[in-house]
C-alpha cells in the first residue's frame, strides 16, 4: 500500500495541544509562549486540579483519540463523543493502528475527560480565536501542496526539517498544525500510522517586527557551541550520542542546543526506525538570506 500524507485540523487538536504544553515541564523553558504564560495560567487554574495534573497528565495518546472524532470537532463536540465510547470501541480504535493497545482504556478515557473539560473550562475556552483562525488556514496551504509534493518532502517542509523513513507497514503520516507548543514538533508513531503535530505562528506579525522564523534562525546561530554542532553535522549525518561526545557538553545541554538548530529549520532530524540522525539542512540556509533581506530592505 502507497504511504499516503493527510493535513488535519480541529480546534480538539489545539486542546490537546494547549494541555501538553503546560503538563510538559521539562519543556518550559524552551517554549516561545515563555515562563509569563505558564505562570499567568497556573494562576487561573483551582488548586485541586493544579495538583491531579502534577504528575504524568498524559494518560493516552490524543491526536488518535482527536483524528478518528466524527463530526464536530470542537472541545465539547469531541469530548462529548469520547465520554460515550464503549471499552470495545475504545478498544477496536487502538486495535486497528496497532498490535499494542493501552491497558485501562475507560480509567484512563475519564481522567483525560476530566482534566480536558477542567482545562477547557478554565483556559482554552478563552483563547484568541486569531489563534485557531491561523491554524486553520496554515492546514488549507498545507493541503494545496499535497499534490506537488511526496509524502515525507512535505512532512519535512511543515516540521522543518523533520524526516520520517518508514517502514513497509506504515500506511499513512498525519500532519497537524499547533501554536501552543511552538517551536517544537510533537510525533506519536503507531505501526501503521504516524502523526505529528508541527509549529504555526498563526499570529500576525506587526510591519515593523521581525517575523518568527528569522528570530529563529539569528538565535540559533548565536551560540558558539550551536556553530559548532552545525558545522559537525554538515561533513556526516550524526547521531545524537555521536554529537554529545563530539561537544563534551552534558546531554540536556546538547538538547537544548539542537532543540534551537530545530527550531530554526537548520537541522534535518532523520528517523529510520529506532535511529535518529541529524544533518544540516543546506536549502535553510538560503533562506536565512532572503529572509534578513526582506525584513532589512523590503519592508
Not at 503507531?190 to 506579525?205: G, M, N
Not at 541529524?278 to 526582506?294: F, P, W
Amino acid at each position: 500500500m502507497a504511504l499516503t500524507l493527510e493535513i488535519d485540523f480541529a480546534p480538539a487538536h489545539e486542546l490537546a495541544s494547549s494541555f501538553y504544553a503546560f503538563t510538559h515541564k521539562s519543556s518550559h523553558k524552551v517554549l516561545e509562549l515563555g515562563a509569563s504564560w505558564v505562570k499567568s495560567v497556573k494562576n487561573r487554574l483551582p488548586e485541586n486540579f493544579l495538583k491531579e495534573i502534577a504528575n504524568d497528565p498524559e494518560v493516552c495518546d490524543l491526536s488518535l483519540l482527536v483524528w478518528a472524532c466524527p463530526g464536530e470537532r470542537t472541545p465539547e463536540g469531541f469530548l462529548t463523543w469520547l465520554s460515550g465510547l464503549s471499552s470495545g470501541d475504545l478498544f477496536d480504535l487502538f486495535s486497528r493502528w496497532s498490535d499494542q493497545v493501552p491497558a485501562d482504556l475507560i480509567s484512563k478515557r475519564d481522567k483525560l475527560v476530566w482534566m480536558l473539560s477542567e482545562w477547557n473550562e478554565q483556559y482554552f475556552s478563552q483563547v484568541d480565536p486569531a489563534i485557531l483562525t491561523g491554524l486553520h488556514q496554515n492546514a488549507e496551504t498545507m493541503r494545496s501542496l499535497i499534490p506537488l509534493m511526496t509524502p515525507i518532502e512535505l512532512m519535512e517542509k511543515a516540521t522543518n526539517g523533520f524526516r520520517l523513513n518508514p517502514n513497509d507497514k506504515l500506511e499513512k503520516i498525519i500532519l497537524i498544525p499547533q501554536y501552543h507548543f511552538r517551536p517544537a514538533n510533537t510525533s506519536s508513531h503507531y505501526e501503521r500510522l504516524s502523526f505529528t503535530k508541527y509549529p504555526v505562528d498563526a499570529l500576525p506579525v506587526g510591519t515593523d517586527e521581525p517575523s518568527p522564523s528569522l528570530l529563529r534562525f539569528t538565535r540559533g546561530l548565536s551560540d558558539e557551541n550551536r556553530l559548532h554542532i552545525l558545522r559537525f553535522i554538515a561533513k556526516t549525518p550524526q547521531t545524537f550520542s555521536d554529537i554529545v561526545r563530539f561537544c563534551g557538553l552534558s546531554k540536556g545541554t546538547v538538547h537544548y542546543h539542537l532543540m534551537l538548530l530545530r527550531a530554526a529549520g537548520l537541522v534535518r532530524v532523520s528517523m529510520t526506525g529506532n535511529l535518529v540522525e541529524y544533518s544540516v539542512r543546506r536549502e535553510a540556509l538560503k533562506d536565512l538570506n532572503s529572509q534578513l533581506t526582506h525584513y532589512l530592505v523590503e519592508l
